[in-house]
């Protein structure tokens, strides 16, 4: 008998992490799972780590291939899934262990294609361990109902990700639903998560948070600003996906036009110096093209983002002086931040409460002083 849910954890050199990511799904409360390990040309003891667990229990499946991408290991964990619903979960990040048994007892409920759920967002620093939550969606009408995209295209301003969530396998089959396999590529989630919701006839969200998703990772595909163009490459590869689905393009060429603007503002986020300006240029130039064939209208993005689009459009070279400005704030209010957190520490410390103690005649003797000489 197949599992109920198939969870694919793609793999590469996450030693640091994977124990925890791993024995999170390990102990979900739902056993009827099997758990696909694509060691994705790991060079680290990552597939150490898999055998150890995978000799202490057999629903661990591990597949090891040479390095060829996010999109190639994910597409081998679809294929080899045998489960009636499928769950992803990045190997850097970990799980509530009621978190599949909470989406597939949903799923059988409401009867859907996808289910998704709130998330965290944590890391760990000087200041200790910070979590966020988010929510999947941004607006509290699309929870605990039957969601339809085709109807809603709003939808597509929820936030984009694939995991926090289970896929009814036969959905993705009969849709030939798979990653772009771009060699190099980072970003080849984007493309999944839009065809899900293209296809997607019942769509349910849920407003419990059960992911922890990991942003302290240095080695997170996130905080590589060497990706700098697999964003648009992606979305081209997205927009010749709607070019042969007529039907879908009809639908969906808006809610493809705002998430491609998210991301987009997203990786200008990582990026500084000449290699922003240069992308600017460059971007100015995609979005010319997009405006004159018809692809991007003020239709759909607010008074603000409509803004930011015509100033890149027009002037590049003047919104990389915004872009360049507005980071450098934020560096230093980041920097304030850590200081005044550092010196916090300092004062809620024993040694420096003994010095005020030790200081305090002194200081009072000084105080009087002063005050008499006034």
């Known amino acids: 008998m197949n599992p109920k849910v198939s969870v694919i954890m793609p793999i590469y050199n996450v030693e640091k992490y994977l124990q925890q990511s791993l024995l999170s799904v390990i102990h979900q409360t739902m056993r009827d799972i099997e758990i696909i390990c694509i060691n994705d ?10 055998s150890y667990y995978s000799e202490k229990d057999d629903r661990i ?11 190639h290991a994910m597409n081998i964990g679809l294929r080899e899934a045998k489960g009636e619903y499928i769950g992803i979960v990045e190997p850097d990040d970990y799980v509530d262990t009621r ?5 597939y007892d949903t799923a059988k409920l409401q009867g859907t294609d996808i289910v998704k759920a709130d ?8 200041h200790g361990t910070q979590k966020f939550l988010q929510p999947v969606a941004n607006d509290i009408r699309f929870y605990h109902r039957i969601v339809i995209p085709q109807k809603e295209n709003d939808c597509f301003r929820n936030i984009m990700n694939i995991w926090c969530g289970i896929y009814k396998r036969e ?5 030939n639903i798979y990653f772009h396999e771009t060699p ?8 999944f998560w839009f065809k899900t919701l293209c296809y997607c006839k019942r769509l349910y969200y849920l407003d419990i948070p059960l992911y922890m998703n990991r942003r302290d990772n240095p080695d997170s595909s996130v905080h590589n600003p060497g990706n700098i163009y697999c964003c648009n490459q992606e979305y081209k590869l997205i927009r010749e996906f709607l070019r042969k689905n007529k039907r879908l393009e009809e639908k969906f060429l808006e809610g493809y036009m705002i ?29 010319k093209t997009d405006y004159e064939n018809g692809d991007l209208t003020e239709e759909g993005f607010t008074p603000f983002e409509w803004n930011v689009i015509t100033q890149i459009m027009r002037e590049p070279d003047k919104a990389y002086d915004i872009f360049s400005e507005k980071k450098d704030k934020e560096e230093v209010n980041v920097k304030i931040q850590d200081l005044q957190y550092q010196i916090d520490e300092i004062r ?10 030790i200081t305090f005649i002194p200081r009072k003797i000084r105080e009087i002083r002063s005050k008499g000489e006034k």
Do not use: H, V
Not at 61 to 71: A, E, F, L, M
Not at 99 to 103: G, I, T
Not at 119 to 126: M, V, W
Not at 184 to 191: I, K, M, T, V
């Open 61 to 71: 499946k591990i597949i090891t291939t040479p390095n060829k991408g996010y999109g």
């Open 119 to 126: 998330f965290y967002r944590f890391s760990r620093g000087i």
């Open 259 to 287: 998430k491609k603007y998210e991301t987009y503002m997203f990786n200008i986020g990582r990026i500084r110096g000449e290699p922003l300006k240069k992308y600017l240029k460059d971007l100015s130039e995609e979005w």
């Open 184 to 191: 190099g590529a980072s970003f080849q989630d984007n493309g």
């Open 171 to 175: 959905f993705l089959d009969c849709n």
């Open 99 to 103: 978190m599949f048994e909470y989406l």
């Open 348 to 357: 809620k410390s024993r040694s420096y409460k003994i010095g005020m103690l």
């Open 41 to 50: 040309g790991s060079t680290d003891s990552s597939g150490k780590i898999l």
